[in-house]
C-alpha cells in the first residue's frame, strides 16, 4: 500500500470543504453589502498580491527544477514556499477586497464610471486585460481542490497519485500565479 491513504482522505474532505469555503468567500466580497468599513487603509496591498503570486510562480519552477533533478527535500520546499504564499496571497486578497472599492479597468478619471471614450482610450488592451482576468479567476477556482489534493497525495506519500496529478495541475497552478501580476501590473495605472 502507497503511502496513508486513511489520512489523505481526511485530508481530502478538508480540502474540499476548504475550497468550497473559499469560493463563497471570494463571491461574497464581490457583493457591496458586504463591505466592511475600517479607518484602515489597506490600498497598499495589491503590489503585496502581485509579489506573493511571484514568489509563488517562482517556486513552482524551482520545485519542478528539483524533482525532475531527483531532489525530493528541495522539491517539497519549494512546493511549501508556493503553498504559504498561495495562502498569505488568498488571505490579503479577501481582506483587501473585503475593506476597498473594486478599482475598474479604464477608469482613467476615478470616477467609477466607465465612458465609451475610456474603454476607446484603453484599446485593445482592455480586451487582454479581461482576458487574463478571466482566465485567471476561473482556473483559481477551478484548480484550488486539485492543488490540495496534490499536495495531499505528496504529503501522505501516494506518490503515484501525486505524479499524476501534479503533472496536470502544475501548469494550471503556474499559470494563475503569472497571470495574477501581469493583472496587477495591466490593472495598477487605475489605482485612485
Not at 36 to 57: E, G, Y
Not at 82 to 105: D, I, Q
Request: glycine share 4%; net charge positive.
Amino acid at each position: 500500500m502507497e503511502g496513508n491513504k486513511v489520512l489523505g482522505k481526511k485530508l481530502d474532505i478538508a480540502a474540499v470543504i476548504i475550497s468550497i469555503a473559499v469560493i463563497i468567500l471570494v463571491g461574497v466580497m464581490r457583493v457591496p453589502s458586504m463591505k466592511i468599513n475600517t479607518t484602515i487603509d489597506f490600498s497598499f496591498l495589491p503590489p503585496l498580491h502581485a509579489l506573493f503570486n511571484s514568489v509563488v510562480a517562482i517556486s513552482l519552477i524551482c520545485a519542478l527544477y528539483f524533482i525532475k533533478s531527483k531532489n525530493i527535500k528541495a522539491h517539497r520546499n519549494m512546493i511549501y514556499v508556493a503553498m504559504s504564499f498561495s495562502f498569505l496571497f488568498l488571505l490579503s486578497y479577501v481582506v483587501y477586497h473585503f475593506t476597498t472599492p473594486e478599482t475598474l479597468y479604464s477608469d482613467f478619471d476615478h470616477n467609477r464610471i466607465i465612458t465609451e471614450a475610456e474603454k476607446a482610450q484603453s484599446g485593445t488592451l482592455r480586451t487582454i486585460y479581461f482576458t487574463f482576468l478571466a482566465s485567471h479567476i476561473l482556473l483559481a477556482a477551478i484548480s484550488l481542490p486539485f492543488i490540495l489534493f496534490t499536495f495531499i497525495r505528496g504529503y501522505t506519500g501516494q506518490v503515484t497519485k501525486h505524479k499524476r496529478l501534479a503533472k496536470l495541475v502544475w501548469p494550471v497552478w503556474f499559470y494563475v500565479a503569472l497571470t495574477g501580476p501581469i493583472c496587477y501590473f495591466m490593472l495598477k495605472p487605475f489605482y485612485a
